[in-house]
């Protein structure tokens, strides 16, 4: 199956600081999503990005699908913007099934 | 509109029982897959249902059930309750063709086996 690679596995920043996140996968995909899970394990979704740019407030996400990596920018980090951040996609062939990262924990410190 | 509902939030169950756990996805969207997430594996995929029908399946045991209403709402079931299926379980909701508008999850299960 298709391999998800996250890094870094572990951050800590300082309140204010910026922050970028990856994500490496092993094969062509028709679905990439960033999702932020909550204290209380609630999966969030930051974006829906199989390929270009997005921004969100302080958050952005570039996907190059040609070179198989997704990016996760934070800007001007909160402390409510820590937790796990998890990278998942799926391919066509694989249906509806997603396969995710193995993630980065962030904890913002104020 | 509203999100992914799944109840119970909280569970607690001794070993050898079963249990069941609901799922409502978004109105409208017909796609329901379920998910564990434990500590060693990460997020697992469990199965998927579309129109009643089971699409796809994950590497779990026989244990680990599903099934969908009419009205998309699913349940998953595991019975003889083992302690490794304490987890989270979360649910997520699609528009039928993967990839169209992604996934929404609900904020999960989180069931204890004593």
């Known amino acids: 199956g298709i391999q998800v690679e996250q890094s870094p596995p572990d951050l800590i920043l300082q309140e204010g600081a910026n922050s970028t996140l990856r994500c490496n996968f092993s094969?062509?995909?028709?679905?990439l999503q960033w999702f932020h899970q909550n204290p209380w394990g609630q999966l969030i979704n930051l974006f829906y990005i199989p390929s270009g740019t997005k921004q969100n407030g302080r958050l952005s996400a570039t996907t190059v699908a040609t070179e198989r990596y997704s990016l996760l920018y934070i800007s001007s980090s909160q402390t409510t913007d820590s937790g796990v951040y998890f990278c998942a996609l799926n391919r066509r062939a694989a249906g509806n099934k997603l396969t995710f990262g193995g993630g980065t924990r962030v904890l913002v410190k104020p | 509109k509203a999100g992914v509902t799944q109840t119970p939030r909280y569970l607690i169950k001794t070993r050898g029982q079963q249990v069941t756990l609901s799922c409502s996805p978004i109105?409208?969207?017909?796609?329901v897959s379920w998910y564990q997430q434990t500590p060693g594996q990460g997020l697992q995929f469990l199965f998927e249902y579309f129109s009643e029908t089971q699409r796809n399946k994950g590497n779990f045991p026989g244990r680990f059930s599903g099934r969908q209403f009419s009205n998309s709402r699913s349940e998953m079931n595991v019975s003889t309750l083992e302690l490794g299926d304490s987890a989270l379980y979360l649910c997520?909701?699609?528009?039928?063709?993967?990839?169209?508008?992604?996934?929404?999850f609900g904020s999960g299960t989180r069931l204890t086996v004593v």
């Open positions: 997520a909701s699609s528009l039928a063709q993967a990839g169209q508008s992604g996934y929404t």
């Open positions: 109105s409208g969207h017909r796609s």
């Open positions: 094969d062509s995909v028709n679905n």
